[in-house]
């Protein structure tokens, strides 16, 4: 085990970090009661260490635990790591946990039962500070491609279901809504069937512009007479039943244009195809 180092007569900032790494190491093996297995140069790979040893052994991941935090106390390290076991040339991780010099509570690493006997590399992956950020410009690029993906499923969402719709429907103030195989002008209170229109009545052109906005929903009377009579109670009698009549008669000619009674609580406007 490596007890002392002069940090002083070390002036690379890397070498550093590698001599920590595998301080780390040597203690994680004295805790395995393991003194002769050996730990392989320290192997940097962009913003990753990879430590390796030399032979198959099993642990507990509470030991690495235990042996990182040693080692940030004994050398007063103050750098943060992602901590990542690996088994050897795989990308599968058996085990991680994030260090940091003031071993924040709540971000104690999850304890696993003991790994069996393999090989194994152990990553450390410097997190950076908030003033101290790593530009990953692949990590950047990944993000980007999702956000684009993502929206590019949204658009397609919102164009499929504007094309399945079977009408458009707009504000009264619209010049035209088409309606199966009419044209309704709510403005100008006109429906009109191949080239033939005729002239609907105020009320009658409220109740089918609220049906054609509530499609393939039930509508209880009452809700209709709020909307279309402004709730006039003058008009509970057979007022509503006398402009649904009207409107299935001017809308007879296709037949995929139905107002359902539902018995008991009020209409469904539906247009099937």
Avoid at 101 to 127: A, M
């Amino acid at each position: 085990m490596i007890s002392t180092f002069n940090f002083g007569q070390i002036n690379s900032e890397i070498e550093l970090e590698k001599i920590s790494f595998r301080s780390i190491g040597h203690e994680f093996l004295l805790m395995l009661e393991d003194s002769t297995s050996r730990i392989l140069p320290i192997q940097k790979n962009e913003h990753s260490y990879r430590m390796d040893i030399d032979r198959e052994f099993a642990f507990e991941p509470d030991l690495l635990v235990l042996a990182v935090y040693k080692i940030y106390s004994q050398y007063g390290l103050t750098k943060n790591y992602i901590v990542e076991v690996k088994k050897c040339n795989s990308d599968e991780i058996v085990y991680s946990f994030y260090s940091n010099r003031q071993r924040e509570k709540g971000l104690e690493p999850c304890k696993l039962r003991k790994l069996p006997k393999d090989c194994y590399q152990i990553y450390f992956t410097e997190v950076p500070t908030k003033n101290e950020q790593i530009i990953d410009y692949s990590l950047d690029y990944k993000v980007l491609i999702s956000f684009l993906m993502v929206t590019i499923l949204v658009l397609l969402y919102i164009i499929l279901r504007k094309k399945n719709r079977k009408k458009s429907v707009e504000p009264k103030e619209s010049l035209r809504i088409a309606l199966g195989n009419y044209v309704f002008e709510p403005k100008k209170l006109l429906l009109t069937f191949e080239n033939q229109s005729e002239e609907l009545s105020t009320k009658e052109s409220d109740l089918l512009l609220y049906f054609i906005q509530n499609e393939n929903s039930v509508l209880e009377r009452a809700a209709i007479l709020n909307k279309v009579w402004n709730g006039n109670t003058t008009y509970l009698g057979r007022t509503l039943d006398v402009h649904i009549s009207k409107l299935r008669k001017r809308l007879e000619r296709d037949e995929n244009i139905q107002i359902l009674t539902v018995r008991g609580v009020g209409y469904k406007f539906v247009i099937t195809d």
